[in-house]
């Protein structure tokens, strides 16, 4: 099996910074693209970063404040947030395409989410 554990959420004030991580471990054979989506309440889940062999790409609403890198030595992918706003906050759910040892084709695996809120 393939788990994603996320990390990192937490309450800041606006202005504020917070990483987030996101390790990818069990049977893995190959990680292709990693990255991050948000739901905020009452919204529908948008995508935040993704970070793929061609590049990384942002939403509009966090280019410049938001950036998201990768340790592929650890199976692992981060997303450095910084000044934040209230409009951040929401459910943060990472994910990675996934091939596992012994199958023909990679899925997509979620994290279980981690909250950030922003909030004076």
């Known amino acids: 099996q393939v788990q994603l554990v996320e990390s990192g959420g937490a309450l800041v004030q606006p202005g504020g910074s917070l990483r987030l991580s996101c390790a990818a471990s069990g049977r893995i054979f190959s990680i292709n693209a990693m990255g991050w989506h948000r739901q905020a309440p009452g919204k529908q889940r948008e995508l935040v970063a993704r970070s793929t062999s061609g590049g990384d790409t942002y939403v509009d609403s966090v280019k410049g404040r938001f950036s998201i890198s990768r340790d592929t030595a650890k199976n692992t992918v981060y997303l450095q947030m910084n000044s934040l706003k209230p409009e951040d906050t929401a459910v943060y759910y990472c994910?990675?395409?996934?091939?596992?040892?012994?199958?023909?084709?990679?899925?997509?695996?979620w994290g279980q989410g981690t909250q950030v809120t922003v909030s004076s």
């Open positions: 994910y990675g395409d996934i091939r596992r040892i012994g199958a023909l084709q990679e899925y997509r695996y």
